[in-house]
């Protein structure tokens, strides 16, 4: 198969090591450019892992252990009140390993319900997380971006595209909270998106894998919203551990949502995807079981958050654990990213490397993402000399 998968889905960190080439950094480094948290996991992760030693051994079933997915149902009903007793289980809920490689392959079951469209089309925000963009290519979609700046809400308008798009549309992705920009998709909006995907029978992919870090309103899920409407038909919410327990390497996460395309998708995966080892099922099942140790890590980016706003001025986004801020005063996101470097050490991404260009424009190209995920001191340094370095805001 050909396709421009090298073009369109280029490691922006690879891309930064380009740019930053032999450049000496201008004092001790610091890297605010990756996205991978840092706090500390919860210690009983390593006991649970080590008391079920034994179960390495054998293959682990596909659709998960009875304990992890009712875990996981569990956390539905707590986080998301009305859905309490909405979630079965057996029929709504598949694990994953991690749920960038479930947003990956949830394409290819998308696009199989649309046998009759000669080349499906994947609508994705444009910044965008590269496996949405990975699963259209390699499936044989074609992608196509929105943007997400300013002018949009930095959300998608999805209602100015047009109607033969969507007749061609298979799968309809959205990242809430969105990283890099940190905005949350409100109830209206998703009872929209919800509508509309129904309205031309697409997927709809609720990427909610920040919705546990967020600053002060927990944000609107999509099943909740999509559960008002007495069905959860079409919509599917992927969620993960990497962000909410700080566990990256577990690899876990789940999709949640409409039966049919679950029990579809399981079928799917139990021919070509990853299991979940069995001893990272139980420390799962026990971290979706605690809240505690959710609560202080969003207590650890709150504290984060309010050190970006008295050394940038800047208010905190409604979620995750980015910031989006406007380099144009440097000319633009890499040439902030280059002086950033070379004057301050610090490492951040230029926006034009999450994102491709759409009507001759790359949005975000004017701005840097900046990963507080650091400890609270060395974030404080690090956005000292950004705030230097950018100037007054
Ligand atoms: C927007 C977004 N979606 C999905 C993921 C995948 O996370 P994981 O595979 O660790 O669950 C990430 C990770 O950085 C992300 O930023």
């Known amino acids: 198969m050909v396709c421009d998968l090298g073009k369109l889905v280029r490691s922006p960190f690879a891309r930064l090591r380009s ?4 450049i000496e950094p201008g004092a001790e480094p610091i890297d605010m450019s990756i996205g991978a948290p840092r706090h500390p996991m919860p210690d009983f992760v390593a006991d649970i892992i080590h008391d079920h030693a034994a179960d390495w051994q054998p293959y682990p079933p596909i659709r998960g252990t009875d304990g992890l997915r009712k875990a996981v149902a ?8 009305s859905l309490r007793e909405q979630i079965d289980p057996e029929a709504h809920i598949l694990p994953l390993s991690g749920s960038r490689e479930g947003l990956f392959s949830a394409t290819f079951l998308a696009l199989a319900r649309k046998p009759h469209v ?4 994947v609508l994705i925000p444009n910044p965008f997380y590269q496996a949405y963009a990975a699963g259209a290519l390699v499936g044989g979609a074609e992608p ?23 007749a061609r549309s298979a799968a309809i992705f959205l990242a809430s909270p969105a990283n890099p920009q940190g905005v949350v998709a409100s109830r209206p909006y998703l009872h929209e998106l919800i509508a509309l995907a129904r309205r031309w029978d697409v997927m709809l992919f609720l990427d909610e894998c920040y919705s546990e870090i ?22 599917v919410s992927f969620n993960s551990l990497s962000k909410r327990s700080n566990v990256p390497g577990l690899r876990s996460g789940f999709c949640a949502g409409d039966p049919d395309f679950i029990s579809r998708f399981a079928g799917f995966r139990n021919v070509a995807c990853p299991q979940m080892p069995l001893p990272v099922q139980h420390a799962s099942a026990a971290l979706w079981g605690d809240e505690a140790h959710v609560e202080a890590n969003r207590a650890l ?3 984060k958050f309010e050190i970006a706003g008295s050394a ?6 409604a979620g995750g654990f980015f910031l989006w801020l406007d380099a144009s005063a440097l000319g633009g996101g890499e040439e902030a990213a280059l002086h950033l470097w070379r004057e301050a050490g610090v490492k ?11 009507d001759g424009a790359i949005p975000g190209a004017e701005r840097i993402r900046v990963a507080l995920v650091g400890d609270a001191a060395t974030t404080r340094e690090g956005l000292m000399r950004t705030a230097e370095v950018l100037g007054p805001s």
């Not at 000669?118 to 089309?121: L, S």
């Not at 951040?348 to 759409?358: C, F, K, N, R, S």
């Open 301 to 303: 980016y709150r504290e």
């Open 118 to 121: 000669a080349r499906p089309v």
């Open 348 to 358: 951040v991404i230029p926006g034009a490397y999450l994102a491709v260009e759409t």
């Open 19 to 22: 740019l930053l080439g032999s």
């Open 312 to 317: 940038l001025g800047i208010r905190a986004p």
């Open 144 to 166: 196509r971006f929105l943007p997400t700046t300013e002018a949009t809400g930095f959300l998608p308008d999805f209602e100015a595209v047009p109607e033969d798009v969507l």
């Open 74 to 81: 569990n956390w539905h009903g707590l986080r998301y009140p």
């Open 214 to 235: 967020y600053s002060d309103a927990p944000p609107p899920g999509a099943l909740e919203v999509a559960a008002e409407t007495g069905s959860l038909a079409n919509v």
